[in-house]
């Protein structure tokens, strides 16, 4: 069929982890705890430092910010990837398409923002202790929060715009469980290189540029820890900061190898599961790693609830 002939897209089909009928079952009763266990975790922190006085500190904020982003991320994916696990026919409008991606790439962007800002607040607590409380105050730490969500925004939508802007013609059928840039472009229907280097760039800009910013942070910290003679006081930083980096390591690895490798005009299983861990699984991580190795958190759970 000639190309004058073909029409543009209204809608499309996610073709999901998998196609047998006994495997979707399984996942959608383990998506089904991820997402149940997400939400109540993320709310749980959120409620936790709202009613605790002594939670209301710059590192709480952020975490409270984080649970919520954490809360949106899994929200904008994972209801639909249980619907469709359900449904034979598992399709998306062209609409519906575009409003996840950006969603997603709002939430997406602005924890990789927020994650990079909260580097900077243990960084500012260990190495300079003494000008803390007048370099992290209430309005700088909305401000850094602000700007999280602003760059956020920002870059997701130069990436939809871009990606939108392609011609969709002929093949419907995206090789994966949500839309996004990577899975959609393979799908256009004219050269994409173009958008690519800009997703690209836009990638080395929101992902590369806080993983930057997140080293130097912590080879300060580690700088510094080294020079502390108390066992006690190095133990109480590594556990504050350890809960962090082990979000990053999760987050960070798995964007990275996602939108800043080479493009394939195929997208293989490994490329899907890989996604699992940045779209589904750190979202419910967050919370029980920094509450299961966090004192204050613990007590203030047992004061809450009286336990």
Same mark, same amino acid.
């Given at each position: ?12 089909? @996610?073709? =999901?982890?998998?196609? #047998?009928?006994?495997? *979707?079952? %399984? ?24 009613? #605790? &006085? ?48 950006? &969603?997603?790439?709002?939430? =997406? ?7 990079? /800002? ?9 190495? +300079? ?12 730490? /909305? *401000? ?13 939508? /130069? ?9 969709? *013609? =002929?093949?419907? +059928? ?9 899975? %959609? ?18 990638? /080395?800009?929101?992902?590369? =540029?806080?993983?930057?910013?997140? %080293? ?10 080294i020079q502390i003679r108390s066992g006690e006081g190095r133990l109480k930083v590594f556990s504050t900061c350890s809960s962090h980096f082990i979000v990053v390591v999760f987050f960070y690895g798995s964007t990275i190898f996602?939108?800043? *490798?080479?493009? &394939?005009? +195929?997208?293989?299983?490994? #490329? ?8 589904? @699984? ?13 004192? #204050? ?5 047992? +004061?809450?609830?009286?336990?």
């Amino acid at each position: 069929m000639g190309k004058g002939n073909q029409t543009y897209l209204t809608e499309f089909i @996610l073709l =999901g982890l998998s196609s #047998d009928y006994h495997t *979707q079952i %399984l996942m959608f009763v383990i998506f089904l705890i991820i997402y149940l266990l997400t939400v109540f975790g993320n709310l749980l922190i959120i409620l936790l430092i709202h009613t #605790d &006085s002594r939670l209301h500190t710059p590192m709480y904020f952020f975490l409270k910010n984080l649970s919520f982003i954490d809360l949106c991320f899994s929200t904008i994916i994972v209801p639909q990837m249980l619907f469709h696990l359900l449904v034979a026919r598992k399709t998306i409008s062209f609409t519906r398409c575009s409003i996840q991606m950006f &969603s997603f790439l709002v939430a =997406g962007c602005t924890e990789s923002s927020l994650l990079a /800002v909260m580097s900077y607040d243990r960084y500012v607590a260990v190495c +300079k202790p003494l000008h803390y409380s007048t370099l992290m105050t209430q309005r700088v730490c /909305v *401000q850094l929060v602000i700007w999280s969500w602003a760059s956020g925004i920002f870059v997701s939508l /130069v990436d939809t715009t871009f990606t939108l802007c392609l011609s969709y *013609q =002929g093949q419907n +059928k995206i090789n994966h469980y949500f839309c996004e840039p990577p899975a %959609l472009l393979k799908l256009a229907s004219e050269e994409t290189y173009k958008v690519e280097m800009a997703i690209f760039t836009m990638g /080395v800009i929101i992902l590369l =540029g806080p993983v930057f910013l997140i %080293l130097f942070s912590y080879s300060h910290i580690i700088s510094t820890v080294i020079q502390i003679r108390s066992g006690e006081g190095r133990l109480k930083v590594f556990s504050t900061c350890s809960s962090h980096f082990i979000v990053v390591v999760f987050f960070y690895g798995s964007t990275i190898f996602t939108y800043m *490798q080479p493009s &394939s005009k +195929k997208m293989n299983k490994g #490329d899907k599961v890989i996604s699992v861990f940045y779209s589904v @699984l750190t979202s419910m991580m967050n919370p029980f790693i920094y509450s299961l190795r966090n004192k #204050d958190v613990k007590e203030a759970f047992r +004061k809450v609830f009286r336990i």
